[in-house]
């Protein structure tokens, strides 16, 4: 947990500057273990599904970052 706290607060860090509103580490720690898991789950399935499925995580972390 301490090292996704940490990449947590970096990934947090590095878009501050383009953002209106700064994002929270916490959330980001959130995010980060989201994306592993369908990262890891697209990797179980065929190419045409995980595709989809790419498609749909991209939509939902793009939400998810511009509700911050």
Known sequence: MADSRRNGALIAERPSPFLTEPLDATR???IT?????GVMLMLQVENAEAAELRQHLRAMMLAVLNES
Request: aromatic content about 0%.
């Open 28 to 30: 980001v720690v959130l």
């Open 33 to 37: 273990h989201l994306v592993g898991s």
